[in-house]
């Protein structure tokens, strides 16, 4: 038809781009070539700047050829005063600027731009800040650039304040991030850190504790609650809103120590995981110390909670001796006594099971008033949305912390309701709510049924007998070798109804 | 040139240059139309046109002589041009869609002398010519005294001429003012150096593009569509809506409208964040959910938005900023519209909108030069007389221009207001009232003053009209640093100024004499100045449509901008129009590079196809009319954006 405009056709179009490339490629591989030949001669001139810039901006995740380039510029440093010196870096990092622009995820780029601030004499860090945000305000997830922050940050002592509003501001423009809220949760412990703050003093943040002052805390759950309230299905909040919640560390102890002289036998239980041989534990058995070879209740587990060591043949088996035994723990600078009196076949020492701080560690560093307003805040959005399940699963560690036993019923409501809304993570759910149940048993001193996991069996060295029917068991763990105590016998109903069980490991008992 | 010059036939001609009228332009120059597209006026997009400060005072000034000019028709010249069997049609050669123009001035007088002998005149309207040379000529000396009084003054005139938020020193508080000036050594509080005076205004008067229809694009509306999938896209820049406000309670205060809004808000308690979130996600796919608002499908939006729990800001917000409709609206369509506003969200950015930089008049000449780079020959100062209609078909054959031409075209396109009375049936129509302000300030300021806002103003009473206002910054190309361009408009009631007055006086204040400051203390402090206010109204005819005129069938109507917000309408009008016309074309299909396109220079041509003719036309014509259909240049000079290359003329790429 007339008129019309004539365009080149796709295949046109095509062809001309197939010799474009090609033609571009063919100089490519001669400018490589040239560079490399000037690497291999030691040549560290002008002309190899600036073909290497040439080969990096079309291509920047050249390893190579940036390393020729430091190596240039080391080269060149030396022929310059320092202004000069200066210019030569900051046209570099304009350079790998361009370069960035072309890759903003070029490992190669961002090392480099690290090596030149280390090179040049008068870093201008707020440039190096302005780059970042324009770069995470194209991608809020690039990491690269995130690292790389953090590096010039360190380097240029921006402060914690600054740093926290500048979380705030992408928080802001998007609370999904959670490259944000993590960095924030690096920074808050350090904010009482700040000298000359009265407040964080006054408010009890004492700088052995990994907290964050209640005030600033409180600002915290705020942030949290404006985010999982607009979009409670969002994960980051909820991750950020746990992490708040719970920061107590359990203090490091032994937590109990066994003796039986059928054996000769010491069974240890730590109050976390580790690896005995190389803990510096040390048996004193009625003043004298003793070589022992600690072994652990399963040949599988490299760590464990729980450790066995034998005595010296003939030490402790006459049942008319006394003895006194110690286990210090020296890494941790903690001991425990036991006393072995006359007459009896064994002994243990442990503190009392109804502790409250035996299982709460997870929740616990808060007041109860200030969990018990986090937990009516949950409450609140839950009845807004009774399926949540990060609501739910939060409201149920809110309670595990507040009053295990007193919300005993609650929590295992919302257990069933979590497994129906979400039935792919139902066994995970299981799982937990068995580990609670045991916990509460010890609590109580009474039973648990329907259990699908038996956890907490470094707690449970001392029980001798156990009946395992009527759960949802599938197999048995390794950590069962840790009822050091257990009567064989009383395994029996083991594989009685309701239990699915599959494998049974042979317990060395 | 001589009217010789222009070839005797055209398939389609187009008289008026406003959106659809250039969109059909375009889409039929795209596809091997040969196109004459006419406007009488002397600049792009008519009704849709930008303004320089300057041009708008001439504007003005010319509306106001041609409707006092008497036109006398020579009826002569064209009737020797009429054949046998041949009806002629005129049309009108006056414009009577704008009304009601009052302008006012606040900005202080430059010259404080000249400001004591000259009594102050709060209501003088349309400043004369003589008045802007008396400014050009004695502002240079004035600027010189004002700049270099003190040291500290120069200091703070230099900030907010990089716009670096001046606000905080402009606005200080109650409290603020007491504290400061025991510390401050100087005599004269700095709000007095930082006067935007009424010589800088038109000093600067390049710098702001004002315009005459106030709207934004929809990021997902059907310019934006348009303007993606033509191409045309790329004659253009375009900038973010940053914030959306509204008015309650006679505070202005931001609409949390999206995530991160909602997220961010203080005004709304954690509960209120989720029942919004909750009721936004349900309008997102409502349809999907019939069971919530099928028993309220002939009930009104609001008592559905009543029955949603929803806490009455929370239905404040979503009725009249969201969904931006009235109290009257049915459920179904308050939900479509909340959908439309939901959906547009997050492509652009925080908001659904975008505004062109330096105007909304910048659209309607991207559509003419593409139609221009496709062969369409452009003429402004250029109008028809009378169409020549076939009797026996009622057909239009031909046209008879400005210059006495005749043109013979098979189609033809004309905008509404050149249609005379005696075509219509009926000449009622609505009208919409227009303020635009120029103030010295944001009405919210906030840390980044370099944003967009939309303000939705909900009616005062549910008889009258809700009031939109857009608030453009500096930084949208469409005012001086320094300043902000406030667009009011509002389907009219009365006259512009009586509709809109308290409007103004309710969010700004307004000097009772020119130049003067509020007092100290009082409530008018808070509020931004005005500077420079001018009332209008526009005619309204989007309601019209093929069976309100009387006209040969192949005369298509455009009717001028509606009074929406987006611009859907006269996209939808203009493809219509273009199916209409070329039923088995393609409307608009994507342009291609210049690179893509052949110039085959040796390969003679057929008569009439090339761009060989139709440029040459093109380009005696801008000579003489000193017109291209190209982003607007001055403005350009100024800023030294990033602009497209102008020239994409095939002819000076061969």
Not at chain 1, 262 to 271: L, P, Y
Request: glycine content about 4%; aromatic content about 8%.
């Amino acid at each position: 038809m007339h008129g019309r405009v004539k365009v080149k056709s796709s295949a046109q179009q095509e062809e001309e781009k197939k010799k474009e490339r090609e033609q571009k490629l063919k100089l490519f591989v001669a400018a490589r070539d040239t560079v490399f030949r000037k690497r291999s001669a030691g040549e560290h001139d002008e002309e190899a700047l600036q073909l290497t810039q040439q080969l990096l901006h079309s291509n920047p995740d050249f390893a190579s050829l940036w390393n020729y380039r430091r190596e240039i510029l080391l080269h060149l440093e030396t022929e310059r005063d320092e202004a000069n010196v200066q210019k030569l870096y900051e046209s570099e990092l304009f350079f790998i600027e361009a370069c960035l622009k072309v890759n903003p995820k070029s490992y190669g780029c961002w090392h480099h731009r690290c090596w030149v601030n280390t090179r040049l004499p008068k870093p201008d860090w707020t440039r190096e800040l302005g780059l970042c945000d324009r770069c995470l305000s194209l991608d809020e997830r690039n990491f690269h650039c995130w690292d790389y922050r953090r590096s010039v940050v360190k380097e240029s002592g921006v402060s914690v304040e600054q740093e926290l509003q500048f979380t705030d501001r992408l928080i802001g423009s998007n609370f999904s991030n959670y490259s944000s809220w993590h960095y924030r949760s690096t920074l808050l412990p350090q904010v009482r850190q700040q000298p000359g703050s009265d407040t964080a003093a006054t408010a009890g943040c004492t700088p052995q504790s990994h907290r964050v002052c209640e005030e600033q805390l409180l600002k915290e759950y705020e942030l949290a609650h404006n985010a999982f309230f607009t979009d409670p299905n969002d994960q980051s909040a909820w991750f950020y809103y746990r992490w708040l919640l719970g920061r107590a560390e359990r203090e490091e102890m032994i937590s109990c120590v066994y003796v039986c002289r059928e054996g000769e036998r010491v069974a240890v239980a730590f109050s976390k995981p580790l690896h005995a041989p190389s803990a510096g534990l040390l048996l004193v058995l009625d003043g004298k110390p003793q070589k022992v070879n600690w072994r652990c209740i399963h040949p599988r587990l490299h760590h464990s909670p729980v450790w066995l060591c034998d005595l010296p043949a003939g030490s402790i088996c006459d049942i008319s001796n006394e003895h006194n035994l110690t286990i210090h723990w020296m890494e941790k600078n903690t001991h425990r006594d036991c006393a072995l009196y006359t007459g009896c076949a064994e002994s243990w020492c442990r503190d009392s099971a109804t502790d409250q701080e035996l299982f709460r560690s997870e929740l616990s560093v808060e007041k109860g008033s200030v969990l018990q307003a986090e937990l009516e805040s949950c409450n609140q959005l839950l009845e807004l949305e009774p399926q949540n399940k990060w609501c739910l699963l939060t409201i149920i560690l809110l309670m595990r912390a507040l009053d295990p036993l007193g919300h005993e019923k609650e929590t295992l409501a919302h257990f069933q309701t979590l497994k129906d809304v979400d039935p792919m993570r139902s066994s995970y759910y299981s799982d937990l709510c068995s580990k609670f149940l045991v916990e509460n048993t010890v609590l109580k001193m009474e039973y648990a049924e329907d259990l699908s996991s038996v956890c907490h069996l470094d707690q449970l060295l001392l029980v001798t007998h156990i009946n395992l029917s009527n759960n949802q068991l599938v197999r048995l763990p390794a950590q069962f070798a840790m009822l050091q105590c257990l009567e064989v016998r009383w395994m029996t109903h083991l594989f009685t109804t309701a239990n699915y069980l599959e494998i049974f490991l042979l317990l060395n008992t | 040139m001589a009217a010789e010059d222009l070839p005797s036939q055209f398939d389609v001609v187009i008289l008026g240059t406003g959106l659809t009228e250039s969109v059909i332009a375009a889409a039929c120059s795209r596809v091997g139309q040969s196109v004459l597209h006419l406007d009488r006026r002397n600049y792009y997009a008519g009704n849709w046109a930008s303004f320089t400060f300057n041009g708008l005072l001439s504007w003005i000034k010319e509306y106001k002589n041609q409707q006092e000019a008497q036109i006398t028709e020579s009826e002569e010249e064209w009737r020797r041009l009429i054949d046998e069997g041949e009806d002629a049609m005129l049309l009108n050669s006056v414009d009577s869609s704008i009304s009601n123009i009052e302008v006012f001035s606040y900005a202080s007088e430059e010259d404080e002398k000249e400001e004591d002998l000259k009594p102050p005149e709060p209501h003088h309207t349309v400043k004369t010519l003589s008045e802007e040379t008396r400014a050009d000529s004695t502002e240079t000396p004035d600027l010189v005294t004002s700049d270099v009084s003190t040291d500290s003054e120069l200091k703070s005139h230099n900030k907010e001429e990089e716009g670096a938020e001046p606000e905080k020193e402009q606005r200080p508080s109650e409290d603020s003012i007491e504290e400061q000036q025991p510390v401050t050594k100087q005599e004269e509080p700095p709000v007095e150096v930082q006067k935007i005076t009424y010589q800088k205004l038109l000093k600067e008067g390049r710098r702001f593009n004002i315009d005459l229809v106030s709207k934004l694009m929809y990021s997902r509306g059907a310019l934006v569509d348009l303007l993606i999938k033509s191409n045309v896209s790329r004659y253009a820049e375009f900038k973010n809506i940053g914030r959306i406000l509204t008015c309650r309670n006679g505070k202005v205060e931001q609409v949390p409208c999206s995530r991160a809004d909602v997220f961010a808000s203080k005004q709304l308690t954690v509960v209120e964040k989720r029942m919004l979130m909750k009721f936004l996600t349900f309008c997102l796919d409502f349809e999907q959910h019939p069971e919530e608002f099928q028993d309220y499908s002939t009930k009104l939006f609001s008592e559905f938005l009543k029955s949603k729990k929803l806490t009455e800001p929370l239905q404040d917000f979503v009725l009249h900023s969201i969904a931006m409709v009235t109290q009257q609206t049915l459920t179904e369509e308050g939900l479509k519209a909340t959908q439309h506003f939901l959906r547009c969200l997050g492509r652009y950015g925080n908001t659904p909108f975008l505004f062109p930089l330096y105007g909304l008049g910048e659209i309607p000449q991207c559509f003419c030069r593409m139609c221009a780079v496709f062969g369409g020959i452009y003429c402004l100062r250029h109008s028809i007389q009378c169409l020549v209609v076939d009797k026996e078909s009622n057909r239009v054959k031909a046209v008879i221009d400005s210059r006495g031409q005749r043109i013979s075209c098979s189609h033809f396109v004309v905008e509404d207001s050149y249609i005379r009375d005696e075509q219509r049936q009926n000449t009622a129509a609505r009208r919409v009232s227009r303020a635009v302000l120029i103030t010295d300030r944001s009405v919210l300021p906030s840390e980044t003053d370099q944003q967009i806002s939309l303000v939705t103003i909900p009616p005062v009473d549910s008889s009258s009209p809700s009031v939109r206002m857009i608030e453009l910054c500096s930084s949208s190309m469409t005012c001086m640093p320094g300043t902000f361009l406030v667009h009011l408009t509002s389907s009219s009631c009365g006259t512009a100024q009586e509709d809109l007055t308290p409007i103004v006086s309710q969010l700004f204040h307004v000097p009772a004499i020119s130049g003067e400051e509020p007092s100290e203390g009082s409530e008018e402090t808070s509020k931004p100045a005005v500077l420079w206010i001018m009332y209008f109204n526009m005619t309204d005819t989007s309601a019209l449509d093929s069976s309100s005129y009387f006209l040969p069938s192949n005369v298509h109507v455009c009717t001028g901008p509606d009074a929406s917000l987006g611009s859907d309408y006269s996209i939808q009008l203009a493809e219509s129009v273009f199916r209409d016309l070329l039923p088995e074309e393609d409307f608009c299909p994507p342009a291609p590079n210049p690179e893509d396109i052949i110039y085959d220079g040796d390969a003679p041509q057929a008569e009439g196809s090339g761009f060989d003719q139709n440029n040459e036309e093109d380009k005696s014509l801008s000579e003489e009319e000193s017109h291209s259909p190209s982003i607007s240049a001055p403005a350009e000079e100024d800023t030294g954006s990033q602009e497209p290359p102008l020239d994409t003329n095939p002819t000076s790429e061969e």
